[in-house]
């Protein structure tokens, strides 16, 4: 069942269209990835839908009783306030009950692993600190939809890891829509990839589809000696390119298939020590539609 519905969300800033005619919908407990240039309207979007900026056209329907929980890019604090203070206040704003938000505010800030610092005042908090306190803010009252803008661009390497296993233990119960720049992250949690550009959704779908979209399909045919990959590329059965004792072959409708390969190579002693099919990284693909006119 989808959870929102986002149908030809536009936003104009003095003529300019920051985000152009958007539509997308989000499945139930799905993760999305907004991915895109700097610029591209991923912040726009999000708070549009977070219910910060007024659409300029278009429309989102979402389930109200669902609840939202919001991590802007730069995540403001009262640097006097301890993380508890300022995660019970987040609570109270979002309609938790009084007589749980002790409790559903510490559980919450033992979940993003700041239960040592609760009583810290959040001026002294690091980068990652921070982080994962507007993560609190954002899941304390347990909201259905969580949108989340660049939630680990600004931390490092272990802490990504930590947030991105945070969130794919959140989205068991919450559907999570998320803007990043770290395409790795991606690649790893996500059910659906939007892709915008200038404001436009230029690419949309699941990331094998996407994936299957730009990649050139090759394989590579790996060989136990150089030699045995020379001799291999001397018959001239298809187009191939050699570098050592790899040998990387395009497969298409025109070219071979993987099939026919596979029967060359399984008649006779050919010195074949591996096969494997590549397909284009999210990296590449980024390339190719950012830069696409
Ligand atoms: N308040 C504003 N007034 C005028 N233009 C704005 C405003 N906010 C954003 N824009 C413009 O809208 C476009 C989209 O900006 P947005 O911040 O949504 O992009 P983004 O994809 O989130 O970028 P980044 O990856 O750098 O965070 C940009 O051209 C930006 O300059």
Redesign the pocket.
């Known amino acids: 069942m989808s959870l929102l519905e986002v149908k030809e969300l536009t936003k104009s ?2 003529g ?1 269209l ?2 152009d005619h958007v539509s997308f919908t989000l499945e139930e407990r799905t993760a999305t990835a907004l991915i ?10 999000l708070s549009m839908i977070a219910g910060l900026l007024k659409e300029s056209e278009g429309s989102i329907h979402r389930d109200f009783k669902s609840g939202i929980g919001f991590l802007p ?1 730069y995540p403001q604090f009262f640097p006097w306030l301890s993380a508890l203070e300022f995660t019970e206040m987040a609570a109270q704003i979002s309609g938790v009950d009084g007589k749980k938000v002790r409790q559903q505010s510490i559980r919450t800030l033992e979940f993003v692993g700041l239960g040592s610092a609760v009583n810290k005042k959040t001026g002294t908090f690091s980068g990652g600190m921070r982080q994962r306190l507007g993560l609190a803010q954002a899941i304390v009252h347990q909201p259905k939809l969580l949108l989340l ?2 939630p680990v661009s600004a931390l490092d390497p272990t802490g990504r890891r930590e947030i991105m296993d945070l969130l794919k233990s959140l989205q068991q119960d919450a559907t999570i829509l998320y ?1 990043t ?1 770290i395409l790795n992250d991606a690649e790893e949690m996500t059910d659906q990839l939007l892709f ?1 550009k200038e ?1 436009k959704l230029v690419e949309q779908g699941s990331l094998s589809e996407v994936k299957s979209r730009y990649a050139e399909p090759q394989i590579r045919l790996l060989f136990e000696t150089e030699q045995a990959a020379v001799l291999f590329e001397s018959r001239k059965l298809w187009p191939m390119q050699r570098d050592r004792n790899v040998i990387a072959l395009p497969i298409s409708y025109e070219g071979p298939s993987m099939q026919q390969v596979m029967a060359v190579l399984a008649k006779e002693e050919s010195g074949i020590a591996g096969i494997d099919k590549q397909s284009a990284s999210l990296e590449e693909i980024f390339l190719k539609v950012a830069g696409k006119k």
């Open positions: 800033y003095n300019t920051a985000v895109g240039p700097n610029g591209s309207g991923k912040t726009t979007t890019q803008d660049e803007s720049h915008l404001g």
